[in-house]
């Protein structure tokens, strides 16, 4: 049975192959056999670049993509300080409802040992 082999190429390649073929004017079909991609596959990215040039591709929605996530950063890390500090208040008010539940079962095994003993006479 034949597999499937789908190869991930990353943005970068298919600018620096579409480049050789506006730049330089290599056939398709060459560019296809050096780098052991289906022809099909670099039309579809030649249509979907368009004609601009590499220098123009997508920097205005890269720039939008790095300061949504410059704003999403910021988002998270003042949740995460958030958290921090909501966790930290909850340690330390859990640490005193502890040391005050302490203080109340000494009491109780104070007043349950002075019951027992009766008042001291003489």
């Known amino acids: 049975m034949l597999q499937r082999y789908h190869k991930r190429v990353p943005k970068e390649q298919k600018f620096n192959i579409l480049s050789e073929h506006f730049e330089k004017g290599t056939p398709i079909s060459e560019l296809a056999r ?39 950063e910021k988002r998270l890390t003042k949740a995460i300080g958030e958290l921090a500090l909501d966790n930290q208040i909850l340690k330390d008010l859990n640490e005193f409802l502890k040391k005050r539940q302490r203080e109340q079962e000494l009491k109780k095994q104070e007043d349950s040992l002075k019951k027992k003993k009766g008042p001291i006479r003489r």
């Open 34 to 72: 050096l780098h052991g991609i289906h022809p099909i596959t670099i039309y579809q990215w030649k249509r979907s670049m368009g004609d601009k040039p590499k220098s123009e591709i997508d920097i205005q929605k890269l720039i939008e993509e790095n300061n949504e996530l410059k704003k999403k």
